[in-house]
């Protein structure tokens, strides 16, 4: 674990609320991310990971509370160039052909106002596919894949602006074990480089040694923010087994839990 962090803070989200349908799924969540920190957001099923993310990224409206990005009210945040967002799992491809290269690309349009790519985009576009390993399959077609690759490719693509802040929701789900390592030094090299993450997991796995410190949900509601804890289960979670909603088989035990 590295030294605590004292920066300025990235994300700031204080008594946030928000209802979802009829139900109220975020029940006066504080979250505080600094410059620097690596922060996993674990929880059961159904405790609120998701939509604290997708409120930080404008999808979910609070009905209460507050966020800032960056020390700015996220109402008047502009700067979305400096965050870098990899959405629950999804596949990188729609229906049209685009390539590896193409799809990490779009990553970078956001830093661009006027004109094509320069020489520092396409840079930044071949250090992120790089990164995750794909660059001997840049001009490969996504739709060619395994979900382990789609997601490095998601990745890439929030890597492609060269972000400060990246927020992640469960970017291991679904994922091979080799893909896992090679997303894990990925991660490793952003943060030595600076990068703040948030990210969610229902598993540290691989990652553990990156995290500075976790916020765990249950019902909405914070009830751990500290140390990433270990064997969280018998503490944090009790009852509360993880089922991994992408999970095609069998349940997915978190790991959290045993
Ligand atoms: N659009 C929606 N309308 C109504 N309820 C919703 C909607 N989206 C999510 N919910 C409910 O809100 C609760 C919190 O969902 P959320 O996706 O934030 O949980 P999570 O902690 O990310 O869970 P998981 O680990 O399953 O992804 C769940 O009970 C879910 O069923």
Redesign the pocket.
Known sequence: MSTPVTGEAVITISGATAT??A?P?LRGVDLTVRRGEVVALL????????????ALIGQVTLTGGSIDLFGTPKKRFRDWARIGYVP?RTTASSGVPATIREVVTSGRLSRRRFGWPNKADKAAVERAIDLVGLADRAGDSVSALSGGQHQRVLIARALASEPELLIM??PMAGVDLASQEILAATLREQVAGGTSVLL?L?ELGPLEPLIDRAVV?RD?CVVHDGPPPEAVGQHALPGHD?V??HAADEPLRTGLLT
Do not use: C, F, M, Y
């Open positions: 979802l349908g139900r799924v929880g059961a099923n159904g405790s609120g990971k998701s939509t604290t993310i997708r629950q929701d469960e969610v229902h949900l909405g993880h991994h909603p």
